[in-house]
């Protein structure tokens, strides 16, 4: 067992998950798998909603700066009227805002208060 093995032990499952996602998606990149290893260990939070969520995944393998995309947001709530479907989708957004700040603050190592003030303009667009 190498050493990422032996530390990623308690999130075995999500790991794999994730793994399965990568697979299927034909995902290969040794230097993103890499960061994703970096940022399973360093977040449980962030592997749980990669392996919940792997559309995320796409996104962050293409992740060069934070947008908060609140155009796109309101688009998306603008297209329905059930609110579960609103309910469902700002978990969704704010899933994958959170996990790019994660993957910004650890395999990008963004100083805290980068990471803060992403942390507060997406407190601002979700209240």
Same mark, same amino acid.
């Given at each position: 067992?190498?050493?990422?093995?032996?530390?990623?032990?308690? !999130?075995?499952?999500?790991?794999?998950?994730? &793994?399965?996602?990568? &697979?299927?998606?034909?995902? +290969?990149?040794?230097?993103?798998?890499?960061?994703?290893?970096? $940022?399973?260990?360093?977040?449980?939070?962030?592997?749980? &909603?990669?392996?919940?969520?792997?559309?995320?995944?796409?996104? #962050?393998?293409?992740? !060069?700066?934070?947008?908060?995309?609140?155009?796109?947001?309101?688009?998306? #709530? !603008? +297209?329905? /009227?059930?609110?579960?479907?609103?309910?469902?989708? $700002?978990?969704?957004?704010?899933?994958?805002?959170?996990? +790019?700040?994660?993957?910004?603050?650890?395999?990008? &190592?963004?100083?805290?208060?980068?990471?803060?003030?992403?942390?507060?303009?997406?407190? /601002?667009? #979700?209240?």
């Amino acid at each position: 067992m190498n050493h990422f093995e032996s530390l990623i032990q308690p !999130d075995l499952f999500h790991w794999e998950q994730l &793994q399965s996602s990568l &697979q299927q998606q034909g995902i +290969e990149d040794a230097g993103f798998i890499d960061s994703l290893k970096k $940022l399973a260990l360093g977040s449980n939070y962030a592997i749980t &909603q990669l392996a919940k969520y792997p559309s995320i995944l796409n996104q #962050l393998r293409y992740f !060069d700066h934070f947008d908060l995309e609140q155009k796109r947001l309101a688009q998306t #709530l !603008d +297209e329905t /009227d059930d609110i579960n479907q609103v309910k469902k989708e $700002l978990r969704l957004y704010r899933h994958q805002k959170l996990v +790019e700040i994660i993957y910004m603050d650890i395999c990008q &190592q963004a100083d805290v208060e980068h990471t803060l003030l992403r942390l507060s303009e997406l407190a /601002d667009v #979700l209240i």
